[in-house]
C-alpha cells in the first residue's frame, strides 16, 4: 500500500505519532480506519462526480453550433444560442427565489424570535415542532395545494392589488385570472423555506448571551429594545447564512413552481401576469420526460447552471456559519 | 421591585411621571412589535392549517382500500377507477434502494467525521456533506440520469437510477444527523472500553453504535422521511408508467409523488353529455388522494422517528 522511498521517511515517524494520541492501531482496527476514511472519501467523490458529469453532458450543448442548436436543441422559437437560452431562465429563477426570501425571512424572523423569547417555555418545544412539520410535508403537495386551492383564492387579490399599482405612472402590471404567476408561486416557495431560516434563526437567537439580555432589561429596555440591542446584533450572521440557506432551498425548488406557475421565457417583471417567466429546475422537469439528444444536453447544461448557483449561495452560507462558530465560543 | 426610597411625595410623583411619561413611544413599539411577533406565528400556521385540510378533507373522498389495491391499467377518460397500489410499491422499492445505497456510506461517514476525523481531509468532508445538502434534487435527477445512460444509452429509464438520485440527497442528510447522534455518547464510555483493552473499531461497534441506536435509527428514519417526498428526480429517471413493477433494475416505474404529480398534469378528464360513469374531477380527486397517502407515510416516519428515540434512548445521565 505505501509508496515509494521518498515518503519511507515520513512513515517511519508516524508509529511514534500514533502512540502518542493514543491510538492502538493493529490488526482490524486499521482496516476499519480505512473503511471509515474510504466512506468519506467516497462522499467528497460523489460531489465531484456530480459536477463532472453535469459538465461532461452539458458540453455538447456549448461546443454545438447554431444550426445544431436549432434544429436538435428544441430552443424554443426566436432563442438562437445557449446564452440566449439560460439568461431569462437564470433570470426567472433568482426573481422567484428573491421574492420569496422577501416574503418568507422576516416571518422566519419573527416565528423564531416568537419561539426564543415570547411564547411560553413550556409551548415553545411543541411550536417548534409544528415549524418541522412544514419541512416534512412533500414538495409535490405544496404544489398541489398551491395550485389547486391558493391560486384560485389569490387571484382577485392579484387582480386588485395590480389595479392599485397601475395608479402609479410608469407601471403597466398584467394580471392573470387563473392566479398562476410568478407572485403566487413566490408565496408557495416562501412557505417551504420558512422552516430551515426558522430553525436555524432560532438557535442562534437561543444562543444570545443571558447576561447580554439581562443587562439590557437592567437598563430599563422593552422587551423589543431588548430584542433590538442585545439579541439581533448576535445573531444577525446566522440569519443571513439562515436566509441563504433557505435561498438556495428556493433556487432548487421544483414541483411547486411546475404546477402553479403558467411558463414562460423572458425577461420581464410581470410577476402577477401568466405566461411570462419559469425557472431553470422547473423547465427541466417540464421538458426533460420528451427531449431527447441534443436537447437534453441543453437542459443538462441549465441544469450545470442552477448547480453552480446554488453552490455558490451555499458554501457563502456556510462559510459563514463556519466563521461565526470560530468567534461565539468565545461568549 | 421598587426599592428606591424618596424623600417626600412630591419627588416620588415627579420620579414616577418622568419614568412613565417619557415610555410612552417605547410601550407603543414594545407592543406593536409584540402583536408582529404573534401575527408572523400565525401567519405562518395559515397555510400549514388551510393545507392539511384540504388534503384530508379532498383526499378522504377516494382514500380508501380499493384506491390502494389497484393500478392505473386500463384506466382512460373520466372513469371512476383506478388506484396508486402501483406508485406505493414504486416509492416504497425506490427508496428501500436509496436507503440501502445511502446508510452504509452515510454511517460510515459519520463514524470516519466523529472518531476519526482530523486534519484537512476531515475539515473537507464536513465542509461539503453541508454543500450537498443544498444540491437541489433535480440536479441530482440529473446527474444520474447522466451517470447511467452512459451504460444503458439515452432513454434509460429505470427505478435504480431514481434511487441513485435520491442517495445523493439522502447521503448528506444521514451524516449530518447520525454525526449529531454520535457526538452524544461521553467519551467516557469509550475510554473505559479501551481501557479493558478492547480495540478501536470494536469500541466503535460494540459501545459507540450500540449506545446511539436509537438516535441513529431516528435519523434515518428522518432522512428517508425527507426524500419520500421527492417528485422531480424520480420523474426524470425513473419516469411514469401505469403497470406495478417491482424490479428496480427493469422497466419504468411509477412512485407515489410523480403519480400525484400526473394526475394533477392530467386535469379535468372530458366526458360526453350524458355520460353517467364519467367523472369529469376524477384525475384531481385520485391526486388528494394519492397526497392523502404521501403525507400520512411520511408523518408516520416521522411519529416512528420519534418514537424509536423515546422508547429505546439511552438512559445516561
Redesign the interface.
Known amino acids: 500500500m505505501t509508496t515509494a522511498s521518498p515518503p519511507a521517511h515520513a512513515t517511519r515517524h508516524e508509529p511514534r505519532r500514533r502512540r502518542a494520541s493514543?491510538?492502538?492501531?493493529?490488526?482490524?482496527?486499521r482496516?476499519?480506519?480505512w473503511?471509515?476514511?474510504?466512506?468519506?472519501?467516497?462522499?467528497?467523490g460523489?460531489?465531484a462526480?456530480?459536477a463532472a458529469?453535469?459538465v461532461?453532458?452539458a458540453l455538447p450543448a456549448f461546443t454545438a453550433s447554431q444550426a445544431e442548436l436549432l434544429a436538435d436543441g428544441k430552443l424554443p422559437a426566436g432563442v438562437t444560442s445557449i446564452a440566449q437560452y439560460v439568461g431569462p431562465l437564470v433570470f426567472g429563477t433568482l426573481l422567484a427565489a428573491a421574492m420569496a426570501l422577501a416574503i418568507a425571512t422576516?416571518?422566519?424572523?419573527?416565528?423564531a424570535?416568537?419561539i426564543s423569547h415570547?411564547?411560553p417555555r413550556r409551548i415553545a418545544s411543541g411550536?417548534g415542532y409544528?415549524?418541522d412539520?412544514?419541512a416534512?410535508?412533500?414538495?409535490?403537495?405544496?404544489?398541489?395545494?398551491g395550485?389547486?386551492?391558493?391560486a384560485p383564492l389569490i387571484a382577485d387579490f392579484w387582480v386588485w392589488l395590480v389595479g392599485v399599482l397601475n395608479v402609479l405612472p410608469f407601471v403597466e402590471f398584467r394580471a392573470t385570472a387563473t392566479g398562476r404567476s410568478l407572485a403566487t408561486a413566490s408565496i408557495v416557495l416562501a412557505?417551504m423555506i420558512?422552516p430551515i431560516i426558522?430553525a436555524v434563526s432560532r438557535e442562534v437567537f437561543l444562543q444570545t448571551p443571558k447576561l447580554h439580555e439581562e443587562a439590557a432589561l437592567a437598563l430599563g429596555a422593552?422587551?423589543?429594545?431588548m430584542?433590538r440591542t442585545a439579541v439581533l446584533p448576535f445573531g444577525r450572521s446566522g440569519v443571513i447564512s439562515a436566509a441563504m440557506?433557505g435561498l438556495?432551498?428556493a433556487?432548487?425548488?421544483?414541483?411547486a413552481v411546475?404546477?402553479i406557475l403558467s411558463t414562460g421565457l423572458g425577461y420581464s417583471l410581470q410577476i402577477f401576469g401568466a405566461g411570462e417567466l419559469t425557472t431553470i429546475?422547473a423547465n427541466?422537469?417540464s421538458r426533460?420526460?420528451e427531449a431527447?439528444?441534443l436537447a437534453?444536453n441543453v437542459?443538462?447544461a441549465t441544469?450545470l447552471a442552477?448547480?453552480i448557483i446554488?453552490?455558490a449561495?451555499?458554501?457563502a452560507?456556510?462559510a459563514i456559519?463556519?466563521r461565526r462558530k470560530d468567534f461565539s465560543g468565545a461568549n | 421591585m421598587s426599592a428606591v426610597t424618596v424623600g417626600t411625595s412630591d419627588e416620588t410623583e415627579q420620579i414616577r411621571s418622568l419614568l412613565t411619561s417619557g415610555d410612552k413611544g417605547r410601550k407603543r413599539t414594545d407592543r406593536i412589535m409584540t402583536m408582529l411577533v404573534y401575527g408572523a406565528f400565525g401567519l405562518a400556521m395559515l397555510p400549514l392549517v388551510s393545507l392539511l385540510w384540504t388534503v384530508v378533507v379532498n383526499g378522504a373522498s377516494k382514500f380508501n382500500p380499493y384506491f390502494l389495491s389497484v393500478t392505473m391499467r386500463g384506466v382512460f377518460g373520466g372513469m371512476d377507477a383506478g388506484g396508486a397500489y402501483h406508485a406505493i410499491i414504486g416509492t416504497l422499492v425506490i427508496t428501500l434502494c436509496a436507503s440501502v445505497l445511502s446508510v452504509p456510506i452515510g454511517l460510515l461517514t459519520a463514524v470516519y467525521l466523529v472518531e476519526y476525523g482530523r486534519g484537512p481531509l476531515a475539515r473537507a468532508v464536513t465542509f461539503f456533506v453541508d454543500v450537498m445538502t443544498g444540491i437541489p434534487s433535480i440536479v441530482a435527477g440529473l446527474f444520474a440520469f447522466a451517470l447511467f445512460t452512459i451504460f444503458l444509452g439515452p432513454g434509460a429509464k429505470l427505478g435504480i437510477i431514481a434511487a441513485v438520485a435520491l442517495s445523493v440527497l439522502m447521503i448528506p442528510v444521514v451524516v449530518r444527523s447520525c454525526e449529531e447522534m454520535l457526538k452524544l455518547v461521553p467519551n467516557e464510555l469509550r475510554e473505559a472500553s479501551y481501557a479493558l483493552g478492547v480495540p478501536k473499531w470494536l469500541t466503535i461497534i460494540k459501545i459507540v453504535l450500540r449506545t446511539s441506536v436509537a438516535g441513529l435509527t431516528t435519523g434515518i428514519l428522518l432522512a428517508v422521511a425527507r426524500v419520500i417526498g421527492e417528485t422531480a428526480p424520480i420523474l426524470i429517471t425513473a419516469g411514469t408508467t401505469d403497470s406495478l413493477n417491482f424490479n428496480p433494475f427493469d422497466d419504468r416505474m411509477m412512485s407515489l409523488p410523480v403519480y400525484i404529480y400526473r394526475q394533477y398534469a392530467q386535469g379535468v378528464a372530458t366526458c360526453r353529455d350524458g355520460q353517467l360513469d364519467c367523472i369529469p374531477d376524477i384525475n384531481y380527486m385520485r391526486a388528494w388522494a394519492a397526497a392523502l397517502t404521501l403525507v400520512l407515510i411520511v408523518m408516520l416516519l416521522n411519529l416512528a422517528g420519534r418514537l424509536v428515540t423515546r422508547w429505546f434512548s439511552p438512559k445516561l445521565r
Open positions: 493514543g491510538d492502538t492501531e493493529r490488526g482490524f482496527s482496516v476499519f480506519r473503511i471509515t476514511t474510504g466512506a468519506g472519501v467516497l462522499l467528497l460523489v460531489l462526480a456530480v458529469f453535469l461532461a453532458r422576516p416571518i422566519a424572523m419573527g416565528i424570535l416568537f415570547y411564547a411550536i409544528v415549524v412539520l412544514l416534512a410535508i412533500p414538495s409535490v403537495v405544496f404544489g398541489l395545494w395550485g389547486r386551492v391558493l412557505v420558512l426558522t422593552t422587551r423589543w429594545e430584542i440557506l438556495g432551498r433556487l432548487g425548488e421544483t414541483m411546475l404546477m429546475a427541466i422537469a426533460f420526460p431527447s439528444g437534453v437542459l443538462i441544469g442552477l448547480f446554488t453552490l449561495v451555499n458554501m452560507a456556510r456559519v463556519a
